[in-house]
């Protein structure tokens, strides 16, 4: 179920994208209803989260660190939002199990799979972290690569791109194991950098 503060902040924030940063969504038909998905995206700014939810219809849920929900009003509304905490710099079983669960009960998972901003500015997607691999492969949930094209410059142009689902599990058939999630990590990437290819001219 939807939280009900979700719907409201996503329509300020649209309209802040609107006015401040003539935003641009292309492919919202490419989030299916009635799933469990995990969104993979390009990350450049520390707006993409709220971008990332923006652009579909479908509620996002994200980690976040652990640090912010020590704060009282952060922590209440980016929980009622649907955020969960995640222990930076070590695996953190509690929150895989999460995103598992997320998944499982059909909603809208949402990762930067870069792990850290990527500032290179030149439009190459950094090298992918296993994380988001795994959890769509033990899921077997669809991913959806996202293109996220800035630099969010006041009335600037930013443009989210959410390309086709992709099922990782038969992607990686036939590969051993031990290959499986480097090999899906690797689709991913190549899927969003041909995305940001396409549309960043």
């Not at 989030?31 to 509620?59: M, Y």
């Not at 990527?118 to 090298?127: E, I």
């Amino acid at each position: 179920m939807e939280s009900k503060t979700y719907p409201f902040f996503r329509a300020i924030f649209r309209g802040i994208f609107a006015g401040l940063y003539r935003w641009r969504v292309i492919g919202q038909e490419n989030i299916p209803d009635g799933e469990g998905l995990v969104l993979c995206a390009n990350h450049i700014s520390n707006w993409d989260p709220i971008l990332l939810g923006c652009g579909t219809h479908r509620q996002v849920h994200f980690m976040a660190k652990a640090e912010l929900f020590r704060i009282p009003v952060i922590s209440w509304l980016i929980t009622d939002f649907g955020t969960f905490p995640v222990k930076r710099g070590a695996g953190d079983r509690q929150a895989i199990r999460k995103s598992l669960e997320i998944v499982d009960e059909g909603k809208v998972l949402g990762i930067f799979p870069e792990g850290r901003r990527n500032r290179s500015g030149d439009g190459t997607v950094g090298k992918m972290l296993p994380g988001a691999a795994m959890i769509a492969l033990k899921s077997k949930a669809r991913v959806v690569p996202v293109a996220i094209i800035g630099p969010y410059r006041l009335f600037g142009r930013v443009t989210i791109i959410y390309g086709k689902p992709i099922d990782l599990n038969e992607a990686v058939a036939g590969k051993e194991n031990a290959e499986r999630t480097q090999y899906a990590a690797e689709i991913i990437q190549h899927e969003i950098q041909k995305l940001l290819d396409i549309h960043k001219k």
